[in-house]
T-cell receptor, first 117, second 113 residues
C-alpha cells in the first residue's frame, strides 16, 4: 500500500523545546516537501528536497531544519527559534523535483498538528 | 509576483447549485495550475489540473476555466453535493521552479442539503 505517512498525528510541545516531525514515503519519489498550514493563509513552503542529501529553503524556513539522508525519509525539526510553531504541518512528495511536467503531481501526507503549550 | 490570490474565502451553496472559486496570478512563468481538495484533518488531494495551452478542462462535475490574458483561472463545481464540502486550494507552478507550488489562501466550501 503506497503512500506518505506522517507521525505523530498530534504533537504537543513546551516552549523552548525542539521537536521532530516524521515523514516517510514508499512511492520511490525523488522530491519531498514540507508545508505549514495556518487558517486563511493556504500552504506555505518550509523546505524542499529534490534528491537525497540535498535540500533547499522555502519561503518560511526560519526556525526549522531538515535532513534527507534516505530517499524515503524527510524529517522536519521545529526548533525553539520558531516563534509561532503552532500549526498543521504537511509533508508531500513528487516523482521529481527537476522535471517541470504536468504529470509531476505532489502527493500529500495526512499531516501533523503541532501545538505549543 | 509569486502570489496566487484566491476568492472567496468561504462559500455556501445549496445542494444542486454551482460552486465557483476564482484565482488570479501575476507570474507569467507559471505553466501548471492544479486544484486541491482538503477535508478536515486530512492532507490535500489533487482534484484537477490545467496547463495554459487550453482554456477549459472538465472532469466529471469539476471544470477549470483558464483565462491566460487576464491571468485568472477558476474552479466550477456543478450539481454541488454535501460531500463536496471541503477546503479548496488553487496553486501554480513555474516550469523553472523544480516542482515548487505556490498556493492560494483556500476557500471553505459548505454545501447545504
Amino acid at each position: 500500500d503506497g503512500g506518505i505517512t506522517q507521525s505523530p498525528k498530534y504533537l504537543f510541545r513546551k516552549e523552548g523545546q525542539n521537536v521532530t516531525l516524521s515523514c516517510e514515503q514508499n512511492l520511490n519519489h525523488d522530491a519531498m516537501y514540507w508545508y505549514r498550514q495556518d487558517p486563511g493563509q493556504g500552504l506555505r513552503l518550509i523546505y524542499y528536497s529534490q534528491i537525497v542529501n540535498d535540500f533547499q529553503k522555502g519561503d518560511i524556513a526560519e526556525g526549522y531544519s531538515v535532513s534527507r539522508e534516505k530517499k524515503e525519509s524527510f524529517p522536519l525539526t521545529v526548533t525553539s527559534a520558531q516563534k509561532n510553531p503552532t500549526a498543521f504541518y504537511l509533508c508531500a512528495s513528487s516523482i521529481s523535483g527537476r522535471a517541470p511536467s504536468h504529470n509531476n503531481e505532489q502527493f500529500f501526507g495526512p499531516g501533523t498538528r503541532l501545538t505549543v503549550l | 509576483q509569486q502570489q496566487v490570490k484566491q476568492s472567496p474565502q468561504s462559500l455556501i451553496v445549496q445542494k444542486g447549485g454551482i460552486s465557483i472559486i476564482n484565482c488570479a496570478y501575476e507570474n507569467t512563468a507559471f505553466d501548471y495550475f492544479p486544484w486541491y481538495q482538503q477535508f478536515p484533518g486530512k492532507g490535500p488531494a489533487l482534484l484537477i489540473a490545467i496547463r495554459p495551452d487550453v482554456s477549459e478542462k472538465k472532469e466529471g462535475r469539476f471544470t477549470i476555466s483558464f483565462n491566460k490574458s487576464a491571468k485568472q483561472f477558476s474552479l466550477h463545481i456543478m450539481d454541488s453535493q454535501p460531500g463536496d464540502s471541503a477546503t479548496y486550494f488553487c496553486a501554480a507552478r513555474a516550469g523553472t521552479s523544480y516542482g515548487k507550488l505556490t498556493f492560494g489562501q483556500g476557500t471553505i466550501l459548505t454545501v447545504h442539503p
